[in-house]
């Protein structure tokens, strides 16, 4: 079954309330329904790092909707942000 981005952006912050206490604010769903990637700061990603690591390293890639990438300063190789992705359509865009 093929999901709509508002069922994706649905199960994405399910999954991380679930896994790793993680609630996204209204303004961040939006943001990743829009986008399809919301940029958090470390802050923000920090009390909740250890549920996502965990839910990412026991969930095959192909059966999550989302994933968290690291961004580092190329400058400094210091670690800046934090990247939560989607895999929504475009063409969904208004779903």
């Known amino acids: 079954m093929v999901k709509n981005n508002s069922e994706i952006i649905a199960e994405t912050d399910e999954d ?3 896994q790793a206490g993680l ?5 961040e ?3 990743l329904l829009q986008n399809g990637m919301l940029f958090m700061d470390l ?4 009390p909740y790092l250890a549920g996502i690591r965990r839910y990412l390293q026991d969930t095959q890639p ?3 909707v989302w994933t968290l990438f690291k961004v ?4 400094d190789n210091q670690l800046s ?3 939560l992705s989607v ?9």
């Open 87 to 95: 895999a929504i359509n475009p063409q969904n865009q208004g779903e």
């Open 72 to 75: 580092q300063d190329v400058a």
């Open 29 to 31: 769903r939006q943001c």
């Open 81 to 83: 942000h934090y990247i």
């Open 43 to 46: 802050q923000r990603v920090k």
């Open 62 to 64: 192909a059966e999550r």
């Open 23 to 27: 609630q996204l604010s209204s303004a």
């Open 16 to 18: 991380l309330q679930l």
